[in-house]
């Protein structure tokens, strides 16, 4: 079965001081880690799909990575307008379209 | 613009009435889903539809039902079987073919008392 830990489950920041948040997962076979923000009362939106381990992407202050084991969302300088909940989801199984498996996730604050 | 339209965005029903959820999509995806997420729980998955016509269970079918007659409507229905059914209800939709990425509605938030 896979499963997909998030951590921290929470995380509060200074503006400015940078840090990281883990995504450890267990997955038959993995197609893709998926990395969204999700703002209270609001659905999730897509940050980035990362396939193969060593694989890195960045938007803005936000960079992904991939190991085989886990990903890290780093989080440079941030802002308080950084500060929303961080899902990390998975797909495994190479047949067919199989639903993403969530993490929990990690709430951020970023206190100006 | 093309996105997933849920509505409404607030529901009250009283217990052991049956409420259903509309979810519609323009963004021409043939796969459609429906989460519950509760505090402190993550999402979990109810349905899914990859085509017309067809769906399979999540995680959590039990007490809900859907329906895929169209390509752009995956309505769910929250009978009175749920044991549960207060929660925030996302829908998603994503291309078909694995590795694409789910495209979210902003919820449904439903209240049973």
């Known amino acids: 079965e896979d499963q997909v830990t998030q951590s921290p489950e929470a995380l509060r920041l200074q503006e400015g001081e940078s840090s990281s948040l883990n995504c450890s997962y267990t997955v038959s076979g993995l197609r893709g880690l998926f990395w969204y923000r999700q703002d209270p009362g609001k659905g999730p939106e897509f940050l980035f799909t990362?396939?193969?381990a060593g694989e890195e992407k960045e938007k803005e202050r936000l960079k992904a990575t991939l190991t085989k084991k886990e990903s890290f969302l780093h989080i440079t300088a941030p802002k308080p307008e950084d500060s929303a909940t961080y899902l990390c989801?998975?797909?495994?199984?190479?047949?067919?379209?199989?639903?993403?498996?969530f993490g929990k996730g990690t709430r951020l604050s970023v206190i100006a | 613009d093309g996105g997933i339209t849920q509505s409404p965005k607030y529901l009250f029903r009283k217990e052991g009435q049956n409420v259903t959820l509309s979810c519609e999509q323009n963004?021409?995806?043939?796969?459609m889903y429906w989460y519950r997420q509760d505090p402190g729980q993550g999402l979990r998955l109810i349905y899914y539809?990859?085509?017309?016509?067809?769906?399979q269970k999540g995680d959590i079918a039990e007490g809900y039902s859907v329906s895929r007659e169209k390509k752009e409507s995956f309505p769910l229905t929250v009978t009175s079987a749920q044991k549960n059914p207060t929660a925030f209800y996302l829908c998603?939709?994503?291309?078909?073919?694995?590795?694409?990425?789910?495209?979210f509605g902003n919820g449904t938030r439903l209240t049973v008392t």
């Open positions: 539809s990859q085509i017309v016509n067809d769906f």
């Open positions: 990362l396939y193969s």
């Open positions: 963004l021409n995806h043939d796969a």
């Open positions: 998603a939709s994503s291309m078909a073919g694995g590795n694409s990425p789910l495209h």
């Open positions: 989801a998975v797909q495994g199984d190479f047949s067919g379209n199989t639903p993403l498996v």
